[in-house]
Every structure is written in structure tokens, then in C-alpha cells.
């Protein structure tokens, strides 16, 4: 005989079908995120400003184009080697790797916009004498928190802040972001809950799935003073678990089609104020959250409460984190080679960190092991690997052409009876 009545039991099989129902609603469907850019490849000038006039429309604008090269390269010279610089047409053609419409206006003989110019980091640096990059952070996890109407979100719905991420050129930072897209099992690791969460195991399960040595959470809380109107945004630029705050001011636009602009700003002087802590030491790692050298105790972190917190020992293993650059033709070849290096034995992790439909996007890969191992058995597994600066570039191995029989290996014929 059942312990529980009919209508008791037709209720909680109602409360578990709305359950699963509402499990599957979180981790399935709906649009949380932007993919990142990637911009890490490119040193940026933006705001350059052009005014020129041709015999028509597309004349105009070619030769501000040219124009907005010229001075980009000059004003780059002067940020990195504090000289003018001066180059060919010709040779600004195969540096310039980009061009930023940021606003423009085209006429029948007059071109009159303010560009950006992405510069091939390489080339230019070595131009420039600054190829070497000296200052570098280590992998730093982003968590954007935007607050708005009461309503904390990171990647459990798509937020302009998040968006503002995104879209952000990273190649003129000397702080080496992890970006996430907010998809697969993005919003169920890193979300608005788990900003607030302290312990650092959990943090270190989720740094390690993503490559990263510790989190920096950018927050901003917006407040809109009616429908259409003003928007004031509250920004501040926290780091770690105990999500210390390096910096705190506020922005304010006259109309919220402007948001993407205040958002663009914020995340400028955000990543302005990262990078000014870097260089004076201030922006730490938490050594809780990476596991000791093997032989060494593990070091203790008090928590808020007063408790204290160990880490784990490490393993014999040496683990490292290093960048996969791979084609993407399709959407369908993100997943397939996600899953292909992650088939690889010692992968601990293998996430798509930059973008590129049509491109070379990058994967960010923790293996417990030698570099080289990994690119042996990805070698083995059919694929074409090239290995440099800490870099491993992948390709699928072109298909062998199949066999053509030839006249002079054609089988003998057969007998035939006398």
C-alpha cells in the first residue's frame, strides 16, 4: 500500500515535472552572450580624426583612409618610443591589419570621419623597437556584474555590460583577459551567486576549467531616471575572491541610446585603472588559489569568518596553460575542436577564449604535462601542428589523394581455356 494519497502524489509528480522543466529552461536556449573579439594580436589607435575631398564618394574615402594610417602611425610612434614616426603607403599596407569606423560621414566629394587603426603587432613592434613586451599579467578571469533594477547578472542573460566585454580591444592592455562567451556551462560556473562566494576551492575548480590564475571582477550599477531617459552607471574595478576594489567612479549620458557609449568609457578607465595597479604591484594573485610546488606545505588563507582555508597539495605533474590557434570556418568547428583537444590524455581544460568566424580563433588549454607531448599526440590524431613562443597552431592535415590505378598496375587477365 502506497504512504502517500492519490491527489498527494499527483501533486508532487506536477512539482517535479515543473521542476525539471524549469532546470532545463536554465541551462538550455535563450541568448547570453557576446563573443569576444580578437583584438589581442593588434596594437589599436583610435580617434583619428579625417576631413578630405576627391572627385567623388569613393575617392574621398580611400585617401581618408590613408590618411587616418598615416597619422595612426605617427600617433603610435609617439605612444611607444615618445618619437614622431613616418612610413611609406606602401609599407602602412601591410602593417595595418584593421580599420575602426567609429563615426563617418561620406558626401558626394568629402569624407569626414574619426577612425580607428589596428596595427600588426609584430611588424610594428619590431619597427618600433618594442617587440619584446616585458610587463605582462598573468591569465586573469573576467566576471562582469552588472546591477540593474534590483537584478544581479553576469552570464544568466545577455547584459550590455557584458556586451561592453566583449567588444573591448584588448591589444593595447598589458593585462592578459580570459573572456568568456556565456555559453555552455558558463552561466551555471560563473555567475551573480558565485561573486559573493568566498572559499576558495570552488573559485580554484573554476580558474582551473578556464586557464586562469584568478578573477577580476569589473561591476557597474545602473540607474535609469525614467524610460528613455538618463542613465547613470556606478563603476568599480574589483579583483579576487574578497573582491577588493582598486577604483570607483560614476558616469551619467542624457539618453539611454547612449548606454553602449557609457558602457564603452567605463570599461576603458576600468581596464586603465588594472593595468596602473599591475604595474605597481598591486594587482596579486591570490596564492590560495593555485596549488603548492610538490615537497611544499600548503599555504593557509584565513576567510572572513575567521576559518582557515588550505590548499590542495599538487600533483607531480607539471601543469601548464598555454594558447591553441585554429581555423574556424563554421560555428560547427569551434565545438568539434574543443572536443578534439579535449580527448587528448592530461587536457584538464580546453575553451575557446577569441572569436573569429571565418578566421583563426584561440583556445586557452590547461595540460598536465610537456607542451611538446601535447603536440605529439595531437600529431598523432591527425592534425598539423606548428609550435612557437609558447604558441601551438593547429590544423586539420589535408585528406591523402586517393589511389589511381594505372595501366601498367592493372591485374593481369584471366586465363582463358584452350
Known amino acids: 500500500m502506497s504512504r502517500f494519497p492519490r491527489s498527494l502524489r499527483a501533486g508532487l509528480l506536477v512539482a517535479l515535472l515543473a521542476t525539471g522543466g524549469t532546470v532545463i ?9 557576446v563573443a569576444p573579439i580578437a583584438s589581442s594580436g593588434s596594437f589599436e589607435v583610435s580617434g583619428v580624426r579625417v576631413d578630405v575631398s576627391g572627385p567623388n564618394a569613393e575617392a574621398a574615402r580611400t585617401g581618408g583612409w590613408r590618411l587616418a594610417q598615416r597619422k595612426g602611425w605617427d600617433m603610435l610612434s609617439r605612444r611607444l618610443t615618445g618619437r614622431p614616426g613616418s612610413l611609406s603607403d606602401s609599407a602602412l599596407d601591410s602593417l595595418v591589419s584593421g580599420i575602426v569606423v567609429e563615426n563617418e560621414q561620406i558626401g558626394p566629394n568629402r569624407y569626414v570621419a574619426r577612425l580607428g587603426v589596428l596595427f600588426n603587432r609584430g611588424r610594428a613592434g619590431s619597427i618600433l623597437g618594442v617587440a619584446g613586451e616585458t610587463l605582462r599579467s598573468p591569465a586573469l578571469l573576467v566576471v562582469p556584474l552588472q546591477i540593474s533594477g534590483g537584478a544581479s547578472s553576469v552570464f544568466e542573460r545577455a547584459t550590455p555590460w557584458q556586451e561592453a566585454w566583449a567588444r573591448f580591444r584588448t591589444g593595447n592592455s598589458v593585462v592578459d583577459y580570459v573572456r568568456l562567451t556565456g555559453t555552455g556551462p558558463d552561466a551555471l560556473l560563473v555567475n551573480a551567486g558565485q561573486v ?5 576551492g570552488w573559485w580554484r575548480t573554476i ?4 586557464g586562469a590564475a584568478d578573477v577580476l571582477i569589473p561591476q557597474v550599477t545602473l540607474r535609469r531616471q525614467w524610460p528613455g531617459g538618463p542613465v547613470i552607471g556606478d563603476f568599480s574595478a574589483g579583483y579576487g575572491p574578497d573582491h577588493h576594489v582598486l577604483t570607483r567612479f560614476i558616469l551619467q549620458v542624457d539618453r539611454t541610446e547612449a548606454l553602449p557609449a557609457l558602457l564603452d568609457e567605463g570599461v576603458r578607465r576600468i581596464d586603465a585603472a588594472y593595468q596602473q595597479a599591475l604595474r605597481q604591484g598591486q594587482l596579486r594573485t591570490d596564492a590560495a588559489l593555485a596549488a603548492p610546488p610538490p615537497g611544499q606545505p600548503a599555504p593557509t588563507v584565513p576567510t572572513p569568518e575567521g576559518e582557515t582555508a588550505t590548499t590542495e597539495t599538487g600533483t607531480p605533474e607539471t601543469r601548464v596553460t598555454l594558447s591553441i590557434q585554429f581555423d574556424t570556418p563554421g560555428v560547427g568547428s569551434v565545438a568539434s575542436s574543443e ?11 580546453a575553451v575557446t577564449t577569441s572569436l573569429a568566424l571565418g578566421g583563426v580563433s584561440i583556445m586557452r588549454v590547461v595540460f598536465d604535462g610537456d607542451p611538446a607531448v601535447l603536440a605529439a599526440s595531437l600529431e598523432a590524431r591527425g592534425w ?17 589523394p586517393a589511389p589511381t590505378s594505372s595501366p601498367s598496375a592493372a591485374a593481369p587477365a584471366a586465363p582463358t581455356a584452350g
Open 196 to 200: 559573493s562566494r568566498r572559499g576558495r
Open 339 to 349: 572536443a578534439a583537444v579535449r580527448s587528448v590524455a592530461g587536457v584538464r581544460s
Open 384 to 400: 598539423q601542428v606548428t609550435q612557437g613562443g609558447g604558441v601551438l597552431r593547429i590544423r586539420r592535415a589535408a585528406a591523402a
Open 207 to 210: 580558474l582551473d576549467q578556464y
Open 25 to 33: 529552461a536554465q541551462i538550455e536556449g535563450g541568448d547570453r552572450g
